[in-house]
């Protein structure tokens, strides 16, 4: 949602939204958009990725795999951009993450199903550009762990409240993690669809900074004056609370006898590793240098959240992160068509694809 309104903000392109579900609160709030129309159809079909793509200019993808599971992501990814290709289109940006498999020797305590699809196919994305840039541009959004996670609902890294303590509890030890901030993520897209040629063949590596959650804790207290604490677990001990969705397949339209379908707990165990072994890098200056008002600390962003949800009705953030008042920031959650322990398994947007339309934009996002 933060991209499609970054892209529609001064009307210089058109969006084109794919949507599972046009009367939704989300869709509907992005088709009261200017410069937005919505496309009815799930993304694993041929006919409406043809029909979505004909006539546009470019595409951007960013596929939820805990819908797809990790197969079936990296099939209609390869997909998608197949017929991108062949509808014409002249820029291709893919919603990526770490390969983090690759990232850890290919050691399977790395093995993360809804980092590593997208990131095998964001190479071979780039490995394609190679040879098809004369006909179509292609460049890699590389993102992370959203920040606004950490005071949402139904993510694994939920706030909880503990003897009126605003609590994290996370087995990465004091290792900082890349946070991303959702609002900051429409500004890079945009960027590269404005610069498609520089754009071309990069992997464009997002996030706030490495922060600690440690570090997040005491950003909490200084802008809410309210106390906030970091505990670190071990692996065991914290999926001693997730016990009742750790053997849930991670992705709910994934087959659970299919052998590449991986657990909740196998999933995010290999998640966990990859962060606490600090496998996750980025390269700041390049951030500095295309977004020189981004955001880049933790208190920061608590700053303007805070004010931004004083201004828009939300309260306050300790008022929001009790759990009567958790907003569920990823749309499954939110959606709670999975039920209660399904909905924890959240971890990215769903924002599907997006297209943009001949000299415009169109962005063809998969939506419910």
Not at 19 to 26: D, E, K, L, M
Not at 42 to 48: H, K, Q, Y
Not at 217 to 231: L, W
């Amino acid at each position: 949602m933060p991209v499609v309104r970054s892209l529609v903000s001064d009307k210089k392109y058109q969006v084109k939204v794919l949507t599972r579900n046009a009367s939704s609160r989300r869709a509907q709030e992005l088709y009261g958009l200017e410069n937005v129309e919505l496309f009815g159809g799930t993304l694993a079909n041929e006919t409406t990725l043809y029909n979505g793509h004909r006539g546009c200019y470019g595409a951007f993808v960013n596929i939820d795999g805990f819908n797809t599971g990790e197969k079936a992501e990296m099939f209609w990814a390869i997909r998608i951009y197949e017929i991108a290709i062949k509808e014409g289109l002249k820029f291709f940006v893919y919603g990526n993450y770490d390969y983090a498999l690759k990232a850890g020797a290919y050691n399977s305590r790395y093995r993360c199903g809804h980092l590593d699809g997208k990131g095998r196919i964001g190479e071979w994305i780039l490995w394609q550009n190679t040879t098809n840039m004369d006909r179509m541009d292609a460049a890699l959004f590389t993102g992370g762990p959203y920040i606004d996670m950490s005071v949402s609902g139904a993510t694994m890294m939920s706030p909880t409240i503990e003897d009126g303590i605003v609590t994290w509890r996370i087995p990465v030890g004091d290792v900082a993690v890349p946070f991303v901030a959702l609002q900051d993520c429409g500004y890079y897209v945009r960027w590269m669809f404005d610069n498609p040629r520089r754009a071309s063949g990069m992997d464009l590596r997002t996030a706030i900074a490495h922060i600690s959650f440690h570090e997040m804790a005491a950003a909490f207290e200084r802008v809410t004056g309210r106390p906030a604490q970091y505990i670190e677990m071990s692996i065991d001990d914290y999926w001693a609370l997730y016990r009742d969705i750790a053997d849930l397949p991670t992705a709910y339209n994934a087959d659970p006898d299919d052998a590449s379908t991986m657990s909740t707990k196998d999933n995010f165990t290999g998640f966990w590793n990859f962060c606490k072994d600090d496998l996750m890098k980025r390269e700041y200056a390049i951030l500095d240098e295309i977004h020189p008002n981004r955001i880049r600390t933790a208190e920061q962003w608590f700053r303007i959240e805070e004010a931004n949800g004083q201004a828009s009705g939300k309260g306050s953030l300790w008022d929001r992160v009790q759990p009567e008042n958790l907003l569920e920031v990823l749309k499954r959650g939110e959606d709670g068509d999975q039920g209660t322990l399904q909905q924890c398994l959240e971890a990215t947007i769903d924002m599907g694809t997006a297209i943009p339309n001949a000299s415009k934009l169109s962005s063809f996002i998969s939506g419910r």
